[in-house]
């Protein structure tokens, strides 16, 4: 079963208004998740490391307070697109890592977000 | 940084054949994982096959196996037995050992015929 869940799977919202983005990791403690853009037919952007307790890393380009990530709790992490825009329209992916064990990144479901 | 290239953007194969992905990486690191993912049209990444960089033994995983040539950085995916389930975009991923990043490659949509 699915180890990292995200929610919504879709969601079209108004020009202007903002949205949030849930990622949980459902049977261990992650510390550190990741938040990926991907436009139609091409690959995964890291967008943001989401640290637990402390501030997000984002990657160079990335604006920070377009894409506002908290990281609350040790299962959960949430990226709120805020004043979002139709250029922002695209297929957002979390993905997490167990502490321990198996190094792989388990990934969420991935959210539409469309802004229409 | 690190860069990744994926030098073939779609292959076809016959059911039941073999086909194999290609990949180039470029790190400086000396201990890394290297992953294949694959992403069907459900858009849910699924973990196909992970090498570990220290490992001199290619990872295979029942009909999937790849050739890793650390030197030349190069880690190739080959499916053997090609099913219809098999069509998707696959993604090569190295992952730098504590940074738990990944850098994807470009992908290569693999179309299983028939």
């Known amino acids: 079963g699915a180890v990292v869940s995200q929610h919504p799977s879709w969601v079209i919202c108004k020009s202007g208004t903002s949205v949030k983005i849930e990622c949980r990791s459902l049977?261990?403690?992650?510390?550190?998740m990741f938040w990926y853009r991907q436009f139609p037919k091409q690959s995964l952007m890291l967008m943001a490391t989401?640290?637990?307790?402390?501030?997000?890393?984002?990657e160079q380009g990335v604006e920070k307070d377009k894409f506002l990530i908290n990281h609350a709790s040790l299962t959960l992490s949430t990226l709120t697109v805020t004043s979002a825009h139709p250029e922002d329209s695209s297929f957002y992916i979390c993905?997490?890592?167990?502490?321990?064990?198996?190094?792989?990144?388990?990934f969420g479901q991935g959210t539409r977000l469309t802004v229409v | 940084a690190q860069t990744v290239t994926q030098s073939q953007p779609e292959m076809s194969v016959q059911e039941a054949e073999t086909v194999t992905l290609s990949c180039t990486y470029d790190t400086s690191e000396s201990d890394y994982y290297l992953f294949w993912y694959k992403q069907p049209p459900s858009r849910q990444m699924i973990l196909v096959i992970r090498q570990e960089a220290y490992k001199q033994q290619n990872a295979t995983e029942n009909r999937f196996s790849v050739n890793f040539q650390k030197a030349a950085k190069s880690f190739s995916l080959k499916i053997s037995d090609s099913q219809l389930g098999d069509a998707a975009m696959y993604f090569c991923a190295p992952s730098v050992q504590g940074a738990q990043k990944l850098v994807f490659g470009q992908g290569t949509r693999l179309t299983i015929n028939p």
């Open positions: 989401s640290n637990e307790g402390s501030k997000a890393t984002y």
């Open positions: 049977d261990f403690q992650a510390t550190t």
């Open positions: 993905s997490a890592r167990r502490p321990t064990g198996r190094p792989e990144a388990f």
